[in-house]
């Protein structure tokens, strides 16, 4: 359904992304963050699918600057890969790779012709709580296990739209004690935990859970539904 395009440039270059438009009607808008495996199958998936629920979504490329094109798979090469790239994301000085995420916004506004959501998984869930807290043009955001979100800096920004968060109870990569403090620091967020692992919304993970994936995946289309109308 989708296909991949050149976005408006934005730091002298150009931001690459999968786009996928409703052949129907367009309910609205809703950017797609990548995990640290770049915008792979998984992720395409994912925008293929909120295009059919109605929704113009827009999956850009996060690594586009320092290396285009990023499509892994889920071995421990592809994971050591894609944590290196991740640590050079993240390295990249203030404000990061936002203004790309911003741009994604942007187009994402034009083709759904309304409001924006977002939804990011793992390191994109970090990213889809950093662009909540700060970009403009934002009017929900899920983050499904969002790695960093509940601790330190992080934890301590403040959303400037309403937003969901996924959790998995038995999630090594994020302690459950981690989320319930965030939970009660934040009481406007939604935070949902589920009996899974992290990773739980990717059909091509061993780690995949499908009645969590589906009961996030019920609540992020309704949370949209509501906040995107």
């Excluded at 990548?34 to 925008?47: M, P």
């Excluded at 490329?61 to 889920?74: I, M, N, T």
Aim: charged share 20%; with cysteine; glycine share 12%.
């Amino acid at each position: 359904m989708g296909s991949f395009v050149d976005l408006a440039p934005t730091g002298g270059a150009a931001v690459r992304a999968w786009v996928a438009v409703p052949e129907g009607p367009v309910r609205g808008g809703v950017v797609v963050l990548q995990e640290i495996f770049g915008v792979n199958a998984h992720i395409r998936a994912v925008a293929d699918r909120l295009a059919a629920r109605g929704y113009a979504a827009v999956a850009p490329d996060l690594f586009a600057r320092l290396q285009p094109g990023v499509d892994l798979g889920y071995s421990a090469h592809d994971v050591e890969q894609g944590r290196a790239l991740k640590a050079r994301a993240e390295a990249l000085p203030e404000p990061g790779l936002l203004p790309d995420v911003q741009v994604a916004v942007a187009e994402a506004a034009r083709l759904g012709g309304g409001p924006v959501g977002l939804v990011g998984f793992c390191w994109g869930g970090l990213m889809a709580w950093r662009a909540a807290c700060a970009l403009d043009g934002v009017a929900a955001a899920a983050c499904y296990y969002g790695g960093g979100m509940t601790v330190g800096a992080e934890a301590a920004r403040v959303p400037r739209c309403p937003v969901i968060a996924h959790f998995g109870r038995r999630d090594a990569h994020i302690p459950l004690d981690g989320v319930q403090a965030f939970a009660r620091a934040h009481p406007e967020v939604g935070v949902h935990v589920y009996e899974a692992d992290h990773g739980f919304n990717c059909d091509q993970r061993g780690s995949y859970d499908e009645a969590a994936a589906m009961a996030a995946r019920d609540r992020t289309l309704a949370f949209f539904d509501r906040h995107l109308a």
